[in-house]
């Protein structure tokens, strides 16, 4: 591994030592990580490059595919953009649909170096204010969770995806901190400090304890590394309602260029939902 990525590594290990005697600087210097996404994700050689980018009121920016039909908007997770839905996209654009994916700030192409959770949310609300008109939502990792912030606040969203989402900031803040080692009184300040900067409590988004109402259709992979399956399979018990489905051997990422699921996800979008069924009459 290049040393340019072990270093942040190894001053996020550093910070277990330096918050017991100094809990204060530890949880300042661990907020500055934790809002910070760091390099931006490039796109893979032969991704699909978007029809067209618009841009929110705030200058995000919208990679957009499709020239007609109903609308699906896309959030990435956290340190994504939105070029990773671009195999998916183009293959639901084919289909009859307009796909737009959003990139929240400090993220992609859009402008920004720092970002909380809640940024994703802020910007899948301004693509919808964009596009004016119900949409479907697709949402990939964090993403996957504010979209289910966003319809908890009142998004009305026609149809969800969820694909290989936690089940709560708190899980992912949990993972986060096995890598800091923060002492008791750090991690409680730092937990606290990112509360009120998102203006929300970690329990208030935490999915297992207020479960969604509706219908969605999740996916996850079993041998994800970065979201570990099982917080689907604990969804699942918790949320009747949702369809899940388990995929093998695509990981976090690589599920969404996976031509299987881009079919799962059209039939979902496509033959599942009367709003969408409708606009093809």
């Not at 942040?8 to 017991?20: K, T």
């Not at 929240?104 to 170096?113: I, Y």
């Not at 803040?173 to 009184?185: I, K, Q, T, V, Y």
């Not at 079993?222 to 969804?235: A, G, I, K, Y």
Request: glycine content about 10%; charged content about 15%.
């Amino acid at each position: 591994m290049p040393q340019k990525q072990m270093l942040p590594r190894a001053m996020m290990r550093g910070l277990g030592w330096v918050s017991q005697p100094l809990p204060g600087l530890g949880t300042q210097v661990a907020f500055h990580f934790m809002t910070t996404p760091g390099r931006r994700r490039p796109a893979l050689p032969g991704t699909p490059v978007a029809e067209r980018r618009l841009r929110t009121a705030r200058g995000l920016v919208v990679h957009a595919w499709g020239q007609a039909g109903p609308m699906v908007i896309c959030i990435h997770g956290w340190q994504g953009a939105g070029h990773q839905f671009a195999h998916l996209a183009r293959y639901l654009a084919a289909q009859g649909l307009r796909v737009w994916a959003v990139d929240a700030a400090a993220h992609g192409e859009s402008p920004g170096k720092r970002a909380t959770p809640v940024d994703l949310l802020y910007a899948l609300r301004e693509a919808s204010a964009l596009a004016g008109e119900p949409a479907a939502v697709i949402g990939h990792s964090l993403g996957a969770a504010m979209a289910m912030v966003a319809c908890r606040e009142g998004a009305p969203f026609t149809r969800r995806v969820l694909v290989a989402g936690p089940t709560s900031f708190t899980e992912v803040f949990n993972r986060f901190d096995r890598h800091m080692g923060l002492s008791p009184r750090a991690r409680e300040a730092l937990f606290g400090r990112i509360e009120a900067q998102v203006g929300r409590t970690m329990e208030s988004m935490n999915l297992l304890h207020h479960p969604p109402q509706g219908t969605a259709l999740v996916i996850h992979d079993e041998n994800d590394t970065e979201v570990p399956v099982q917080s689907t399979r604990s969804l699942a018990a918790v949320w009747p309602q949702a369809e899940v489905w388990i995929t093998q051997g695509l990981g976090h990422v690589r599920v969404l260029r996976s031509e299987v699921v881009a079919q799962r996800v059209a039939e979902y979008l496509v033959n599942g939902s009367s709003v969408l069924e409708a606009a093809f009459d």
